[in-house]
């Protein structure tokens, strides 16, 4: 069983920063992949950032410049730092990890998501 548990949402004023945290743990082989994703306020989710196990990173047009994906393979923990926020990121925000439990099975499982609520 893997678990996926997303922290660090809250209340930033416009310009401010925040760094969210997708920790990834139980019965794991390997995470391939994680996806930081936000649905806003009566809108579809959509896909923000995505990392690899080789470090390779990719972003929405919209957050480009301004978040930063990463990860602690010691730590099964990925991040997002956010910086420049604007009231248009106001979002939850879902972790989404893909890859390989220790009996060689795979995952695929979302956390609880996090409130990001950029407002002066």
């Known amino acids: 069983q893997v678990h996926v548990v997303e922290s660090g949402g809250g209340l930033v004023q416009p310009g401010g920063s925040l760094r969210l945290s997708c920790a990834v743990s139980g019965s794991i082989f390997t995470i391939n992949v994680v996806d930081w994703y936000r649905q806003p306020p009566g809108k579809e989710r959509e896909l923000v950032a995505t990392i690899t196990s080789s470090g390779s990173t990719n972003y929405a047009d919209s957050v480009k410049a301004r978040f930063t994906i990463s990860r602690d393979n010691a730590k099964n923990t990925v991040y997002l730092r956010m910086n420049s926020l604007k009231p248009e990121d106001t979002a939850v925000y879902y972790c989404?990890?893909?890859?390989?439990?220790?009996?060689?099975?795979?995952?695929?499982?979302w956390g609880q998501g996090t409130q990001v609520t950029v407002s002066s």
């Open positions: 989404n990890a893909r890859g390989v439990i220790t009996d060689k099975g795979i995952y695929d499982d």
